[in-house]
C-alpha cells in the first residue's frame, strides 16, 4: 500500500508491518549485513536457544521481563 500524497499525509502514521514484510527485512539483513535477528520463541532446540539467549546477553545485557499492568512483587 502506497502513502497518501496530500498535505496530511505526513501527520498519518506507518501501518506496521505484515509477518511476511518483517521476514522479508530480516532475510535482506542477513543476504546484506550478515545481521540474524531470530525470535527465541522460533528456535525449538534447547541447545540453539540457550547459545543464542546466551549470545543476545552478553552483547546487549540480560532481557528484562515483560511489563504487566499489574504491580511487581518481588523488588
Do not use: F, N
Not at 10 to 27: K, Q
Amino acid at each position: 500500500m502506497s502513502r497518501p500524497t496530500c498535505a496530511l499525509a505526513r501527520v498519518i502514521p506507518p501501518t506496521p508491518a505484515s509477518e511476511d514484510d518483517l521476514r522479508s527485512m530480516r532475510a535482506a539483513a542477513w543476504h546484506k549485513q550478515g545481521v540474524l535477528a531470530v525470535s527465541l520463541e522460533s528456535v525449538t532446540d534447547s541447545w540453539e536457544r540457550t547459545l543464542l539467549e546466551a549470545i543476545g546477553s552478553r552483547l546487549y545485557g540480560r532481557r528484562q521481563p515483560p511489563l504487566t499492568g499489574g504491580p511487581q512483587h518481588g523488588r
